[in-house]
């Protein structure tokens, strides 16, 4: 895989790019202020965007001069038209687990994390965060044996309970 940090000006949008995103380009930019550029753009090395058209803007936003690029001149145009496609309906496939993410979410807030960054808006927030409630204990929750209890916590969802180890 070839990388490359490309200048923005240099990187053109795919003029077929079914994906509208203007108006999530705030979003993106606080992502990219707070973690940085993590996602590099795909794109074939005359610079036309493969994948990333929101990116680039966001990137832009912000006034960086370049990013990290990979550039896919190993793929037919058959195979860059299907790519982009592909990747953008891969990430509408997947669905949230609205009570993890609601723990996941408060859990950030409640360390002080400002969840601008999370690509969710205020109302999506309240939303989830008024829903935030204590996991419930799995319904086949093993019997404790013999022997002395030891505290426990779920590090994914915050369950606490005792008991002992296996």
């Known amino acids: ?34 973690f940085g550029f993590r996602v590099p753009v795909l794109a074939k090395s005359d610079g036309t965007i493969i994948d990333g058209h929101l990116r680039v803007k966001a990137a832009k936003h912000l006034g960086m001069k370049e ?4 550039l896919c001149d190993d793929l037919s145009e058959t195979d860059i038209k299907a790519l982009r496609i592909s990747i953008n309906r891969m990430a509408e496939l997947a669905e949230w687990d609205k009570p993890l993410l609601a723990a996941e979410l408060q859990g950030l807030a409640d360390i002080g994390v400002p969840l601008e ?3 969710f808006g205020d ?14 204990a799995p319904e086949d929750f093993p019997e404790v044996g013999e022997g002395i209890d030891t505290e426990f916590k779920c590090p994914r969802c915050g369950y606490e309970w005792s008991g002992q180890p296996r």
């Open 1 to 34: 895989m070839k990388t490359k940090n490309l200048p923005l000006e240099t990187l053109i949008p795919y003029a077929g790019n079914p994906r509208k995103n203007d108006h999530a380009v705030e979003q993106v930019a606080a992502a990219i202020k707070r």
């Open 67 to 70: 990013v990290l690029v990979v």
């Open 117 to 119: 960054a999370s690509g």
């Open 123 to 136: 109302a999506d927030l309240a939303s989830l965060l008024a829903e935030t409630k204590e996991p419930d």
